[in-house]
């Protein structure tokens, strides 16, 4: 069975805590351990107060003074204070104890006479020895750590992680559904900074209490986050946080409670039966398939390739692999390396120094450094320099890059995802490329489809972009006529997806009215022979009938609607209500 403990402290001098740790070891049972500590010193015992203790029968010249700093992983049942701290005094201690606050002056002055301060020490002896007395024999100390124990024993019982540090973020408080959670026990954390125990950290960007920036006002927060178990198994969490106060009102540290709701989420996503995911729109199966690739890539930290046309979404896709990775709090940096100048390229990824070349006025952070522990994503990464080729294929391999000017190596943690709108195993056979750069960046390939083999997604597409228009630019909210739509239908969209959202901002420009008629569209779209639009009232369809049909016509969409009679984007806008129908 564990001992209790309890600590007595004080400001300044820590002479009353040593007095009452005296007292309560000679009248605290067996099962409880009695620490003193100073709040700013360990001053050595004075000798005149190991005379007076004597005179009370107690020996306390073995005594070793401590400060409470040094204290900070010990679990401890009980606190008192024996003096009032300033709030910058304030400790917030292992084991969450009650406080109780005894205000006893301070019995030492540097003038005082010895006859004086002897006199002094015997009052403040006194007063001390009655107030332990009673802390032990009137039942004081069980009631308070009765009523500690079962606050830890409520805390714990919780499913959720609970966890509660000082304000230098410090643990003090890690629950038994902490532990569940992370892997970690108690008495690996307790004492130590949150944010060198998890990495990273929880908080992310939500943080109240780094970078310098202590909120002072801090009323408590919300927010989701994402965290990887011991095993590797990604959580989606959802964080409370709330403020802790002393006696006087003031903060002393934060508890936070933290919810796995990982199987809500995935329910969710289901229910709705998923049209979208991180920002990225689609419910062909070749998104499902694509937003399901993304999810396995989060237990893990490899390099990404993502090939696919130009406009088709590439940045949306590496910005979710970030977001759902384990370096989701840190930052995800673009970089267009088709868009960097020639000559600017080295310095805008690894950084220079003052005075490297003409122009370099002072010293400059490269966009790896930026993404440190975080996400560099490298658009266009064929566009390349052969000679920047090599540092990159260097920086991967060591995972440390020199500066332009420099020749000291800074080590750097990011993760690479790449993509490009070429086939970068062609760029290498015919030597625009690095071979050995190319194995490093495609260690997990992603080619994602062109908006002409998914047009089932042309209709939410479009939805959203209109549903943008209204949001962020106050426009008069439109919607799509059935022979337009039929129109983008039978388009082949090589700008894909940019091209059709460019095709909404256009059509609703030159719209009169708040449906889009097939003359308001882009003239690419009005090329577009006008028998192919589809005349009459349209049919309604059903399940089977589709099913049918498609079986048919052997999963061609175009075929299955002339046996049915309806529109190509009749059949589209059917599929993409239904998504269930997977066609092959």
Same mark, same amino acid.
């Given at each position: ?111 005082? #006479? ?77 004492? %130590? ?71 809500? %989420?995935?329910?969710? #996503? ?264 589809? %005349? ?25 609607? #002339? ?22």
């Amino acid at each position: 069975m564990s001992k209790e403990s309890i600590i007595f402290f004080s400001s300044g001098n820590s002479v009353r805590s040593q007095m009452a740790e005296g007292f309560a070891r000679n009248l605290a049972g067996e099962g409880i351990e009695v620490f003193s500590a100073g709040c700013d010193s360990a001053d050595p015992v004075h000798p005149f107060v190991i005379d007076v203790m004597q005179e009370f029968g107690i020996d306390i010249s073995s005594q070793s003074p401590t400060l409470m700093s040094e204290l900070a992983e010990n679990h401890f049942d009980l606190s008192i204070s024996l003096s009032s701290c300033t709030q910058s005094d304030d400790r917030t201690l292992a084991g969450t104890p009650a406080i109780i606050e005894w205000d006893i002056d301070h019995p030492l002055t540097e003038t005082a #006479r010895e006859a004086d301060l002897k006199k002094s020490l015997r009052q403040c002896a006194e007063k001390i020895k009655t107030m332990v007395s009673d802390l032990f024999k009137q039942g004081y100390y069980d009631a308070f750590v009765t009523q500690q124990n079962n606050l830890n024993s409520v805390l714990n019982s919780f499913s959720d992680a609970v966890i509660a540090h000082d304000l230098q973020r410090r643990i003090f408080f890690f629950s038994e559904g902490a532990s569940q959670m992370t892997g970690l026990k108690p008495s690996q954390v307790i004492g %130590k900074d949150c944010n060198s125990v998890f990495k990273p950290r929880f908080c992310g960007e939500n943080c109240s209490f780094c970078f310098d920036r202590l909120e002072p006002d801090f009323q408590g927060k919300n927010y989701a986050t994402v965290f990887h178990g011991p095993e590797g198994n990604r959580m989606e969490l959802d964080a409370n946080l709330i403020p802790l106060k002393n006696t006087r009102g003031a903060m002393t540290g934060v508890m936070v409670s933290m919810r796995d709701v990982s199987d809500l %989420k995935m329910l969710e #996503r289901e229910l709705k039966q998923q049209k979208s995911f991180r920002g990225i729109i689609g419910s062909d199966p070749k998104m499902i398939q694509l937003f399901q690739q993304i999810k396995d890539l989060a237990a893990y930290d490899y390099p990404v390739h993502i090939h696919g046309e130009t406009g088709v979404g590439k940045e949306l896709v590496a910005k979710a692999i970030h977001e759902e990775s384990i370096r989701s709090n840190a930052l995800f940096v673009p970089i267009n390396c088709g868009a960097l100048p020639e000559g600017l390229v080295e310095s805008e990824l690894f950084g220079h120094v003052k005075g490297s070349f003409s122009g370099a006025i002072r010293n400059k952070k490269g966009r790896f450094e930026m993404a440190d522990k975080g996400t560099a994503f490298l658009d266009e990464v064929a566009d390349l320099p052969k000679s920047v080729q090599v540092k990159l294929l260097r920086f991967l391999q060591e995972g440390t890059l020199e500066k332009v000017g420099s020749e000291s190596p800074i080590s750097v943690d990011v993760r690479v995802i790449s993509a490009t709108n070429k086939d970068l195993k062609e760029e290498t056979k015919r030597g625009n490329f690095r071979e050995d750069l190319y194995y490093r960046l495609n260690v997990i390939p992603i080619k994602l489809p062109p908006l002409k083999d998914r047009k089932n997604d042309i209709l939410p597409l479009c939805d959203h972009f209109l549903k943008q228009a209204v949001h962020f630019e106050n426009r008069t909210p439109h919607t799509i006529s059935h022979k337009s739509l039929s129109a983008m239908m039978d388009y082949h969209w090589p700008g894909n997806i940019r091209e059709l959202e460019n095709a909404i901002r256009f059509s609703m420009v030159k719209s009169r009215g708040q449906i889009i008629q097939p003359q308001d569209l882009p003239l690419e779209l009005q090329k577009i022979p006008k028998n192919e639009f589809q %005349k009459g009232p349209e049919k309604k369809l059903d399940l089977k009938s589709v099913e049918k049909a498609l079986e048919k016509a052997g999963g061609n969409k175009a075929k299955a609607a #002339r046996l049915l009679g309806v529109g190509r984007a009749t059949i589209y806008r059917f599929l993409g209500q239904h998504p269930e129908i997977l066609v092959e």
